[in-house]
């Protein structure tokens, strides 16, 4: 098995079904690019048949991104997938992402069609998908949610007919990392012909477990495909966040074992960019973007990672993007760090009595004010009855 880890970001798509995060063809591009720069191996940049828009925006994209493989989504019919074709055709590389669902609750409410017939069109659509390229994914949708055999029988038929990436989702956010790692693994055992396809794992993130779920699915499970978005943008609570999957993979790489080929330093950049185009925050402690991912307020903290970062840092702030960690200076900071951020200031208090003098100005300001900023400290040491 390979010990690649596939990034397939969905933040055009899944991402953009957000309610209220809908894009410009504009800002698809400008978003696309940062996705190249970040070296995701998927770009999935809509779903072609769903308006003249997003098609335009799918050619678009399909047009200018040179490293990245180009996606688009298409539901289990002819049209759809020929018009994900003509969206991708100027691409170096696409893929088209066929789906249906084969849950027993999605097949009888919502398809009101029989398991032979999702099976039969499952089959159907990559057939004719694989005549138009090489590349062809499928999911099923409600994936983890649906009868394991004839979930096994579906993928075993649709690898038959060529598709190359099979993709298990949890569309609903349903899942527990474990039983979702051992679903995937067991139903790739049920299927013979298993090895012939990358699997895939999609979860959304209703019960907070969409990175861990995904997570599970690659160790657990054997998937070598996460599909995610950034800032865990998408339907209702989310998707798995690409930053703290690839983080996770990249940190824990003694557990995981496998390389992930995203540039990580793009990642506070990406992350920005999708929250000032959708206008969603980001939490201030949104794990690995959150304004507070890489930033110390207790004074213990704070001494700590003044004498090595290793203390209270399991990644760096420089690997995701950012110029430094933070250290905020507040009621619980130490005299440490409040002598470090003088001298980076550029303060050279004369004595060790001026300095305490200081520290005692700025514990008391500290106590009245939550955050202390470089211009309080300088005013502060401007005070009389510190420097006298
Ligand atoms: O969540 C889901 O099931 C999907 C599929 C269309 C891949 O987004
Ligand atoms: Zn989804």
Redesign the pocket.
Known sequence: MTDKLIIFDTTLR?GEQSPGASMTREEKLRIARQLERLKVDVIEAGFAASSNGDFEAIKAIADIIKDSTVCS?ARANDRDISRAADALRGANAWRIHT?IATSALHMEKKLRMSPEQVLEQAKASVRFARNLTADVEF?A??GYRSEIDFLARVCEAVINEGATTI?I?D?VGYAIPELYGNFIRTLREKVPNSDKAIWSV?C?NDLGMAVANSLAGVKIGGARQIECTINGLGERAGNCAMEEVVMAVKTRRDYFGLDVGIDTQQIMSGSRLVSQTTGFVVQPNKAVVGANAFAHASGIHQDGVLKARDTYEIMRAEDVGLSANKIVLGKLSGRNAFKQRLQELGIDLDSEAEINAAFAKFKELADRKSEIFDEDIIALVGDDSVTS
Do not use: A, I, K, V
Request: glycine content about 0%; aromatic content about 10%; charged content about 25%.
């Open positions: 899944d989504l789906f999911s949708e409600d993709n989702p569309t999609h959304h």
